[in-house]
């Protein structure tokens, strides 16, 4: 069993940034593949970054990156918009795939979410 806690989260302006963590529990992180995903009011859960790879929306923006060491997960957030809005989760599996990493159905475990909110 994988715990996932997601930490960072909050109010920011326009144009601001903000940084996310996801810690893990479990022996074997480095093993993990683990991606980001959002999900905001009235909008299916998105994918947002992981495996190296980014959606078209954050691109240039964003960067994900891990810290084996310390089982954290970061999603490093600039330029961010009002439109990213959401509450982003983390998501962790012990597959590995080339093209499924993208959908949430790839992932067997989730964090609870932490709010980001962006003001115009």
């Known amino acids: 069993q994988v715990q996932l806690v997601e930490s960072g989260g909050g109010f920011v302006q326009a144009g601001g940034s903000l940084r996310l963590s996801c810690a893990a529990s479990?022996?074997?992180?480095?093993?993990?593949?683990m991606g980001w995903f959002r999900q905001a009011p009235g909008k299916e859960r998105e994918f947002v970054a992981g495996?190296?790879d980014y959606a078209d929306s954050v691109k240039g923006r964003f960067t994900i990156s891990r810290d084996n060491a310390k089982n954290t997960l970061y999603l490093q957030m600039n330029s961010l918009k009002p439109e990213d809005t959401a509450v982003y989760v983390c998501a962790a599996t012990m597959a590995y795939s080339a093209t499924a990493y993208r959908t949430a159905r790839f992932y067997d475990y989730w964090g609870q979410g932490t709010q980001v909110t962006v003001s115009s």
């Open positions: 479990g022996r074997s992180f480095s093993t993990y593949t």
């Open positions: 495996s190296g």
